[in-house]
Nanobody, 114 residues
Framework: QVQLVESGGGLVQPGRSLRLSCAAS????????MNWFRQAPGKERELVAR???????YYPASVKGRFTISRDDSKNTVYLQMNSLKPEDTAVYLC????????WGQGTQVTVSS
C-alpha cells in the first residue's frame, strides 16, 4: 500500500534552514507529482510546494524564493529545502500524493522560534 514517511522537522531559529524528506513506497514514485502541505493550529491546510513527475515546480507567494522542492526518483524521496525560515512557517508539514485519492504522511513538526 502507499506509504509516505516524513522526517527532518524540528526547532529552528528565525532565518535558519531545514530540509524535510519524504520517503515514499507502494507506488511507481517517478510517475506521480508530489506535494508538501502544511497545517498550523487553527488554520487551513496549505499547499507550499509541488513537483510534477517531469520536475516542474510550483510555490505559493508565501514561500516562493525561500522554499525549494526536489525529488530523487532513484530513492523514491521528495525533499523540501526551507531557507530564511520565519515564525509564521511554524506548522506540521505533510507529504502528499494523489493517486485516484489523496495519500498523506503522518507529518513532521517544524517550529521556528528564537
Amino acid at each position: 500500500q502507499v506509504q509516505l514517511v516524513e522526517s527532518g522537522g524540528g526547532l529552528v531559529q528565525p532565518g535558519r534552514s531545514l530540509r524535510l524528506s519524504c520517503a515514499a513506497s507502494g507506488f511507481t514514485f517517478r510517475s506521480y507529482a508530489m506535494n508538501w502541505f502544511r497545517q498550523a493550529p487553527g488554520k487551513e491546510r496549505e499547499l507550499v510546494a509541488r513537483i510534477t513527475s517531469g520536475g516542474y515546480t510550483y510555490y505559493p507567494a508565501s514561500v516562493k524564493g525561500r522554499f525549494t522542492i526536489s525529488r530523487d526518483d532513484s530513492k523514491n524521496t521528495v525533499y523540501l529545502q526551507m531557507n530564511s525560515l520565519k515564525p509564521e512557517d511554524t506548522a506540521v508539514y505533510l507529504c502528499n500524493t494523489q493517486i485516484a485519492t489523496d495519500y498523506w504522511g503522518q507529518g513532521t513538526q517544524v517550529t521556528v522560534s528564537s
